[in-house]
């Protein structure tokens, strides 16, 4: 039996729920899902120019985990370009550094650290109509203006 993952740490949330080519209609049947800790992985080696035993440590997991979630995403971000096809980005075994809301009226993001409460209004707008972005990226939440 195999042993149960490590959740995966992530700093940052995307800021895009994921891409799709100029000129197609998107099509989410073949749609590639790009994980939230390969997108971090990404993020953290490609943009970031971290090493990956830093990656590591951020991540809290294995460097060998590192490169196998690192080429995963290599190889999922190259079919997406070579046969143009969508990639949304969500899901995976992660948890969260900080607390992520969105305000769907003005799209002002709301980090809270050390899991605060959820704000009840929009501290730019005034909006009551505040969403978790950990609802709408971990599970997809398909009910929010990002993942129509």
Known sequence: ??????LRTLQELPIVKGFRPLWMRTNYRQAITLNLEEYEVIRLIDYENLIQEQVADLMKVSRPT???????????LGTALVEGRTFVIEGG???MSNTYYQCEECQHRIVLENHEDNPRVCPACGSDRIISLADCFIRGCRRCRRCN
Not at 1 to 6: E, G, I, L, Q, V
Not at 66 to 76: F, G, M, N, W
């Open 66 to 76: 590192v490169t196998r979630i690192y080429e995963s995403a290599r190889r999922k």
């Open 1 to 6: 039996m195999p042993r149960s993952k490590n």
């Open 93 to 95: 075994d992660v948890q």
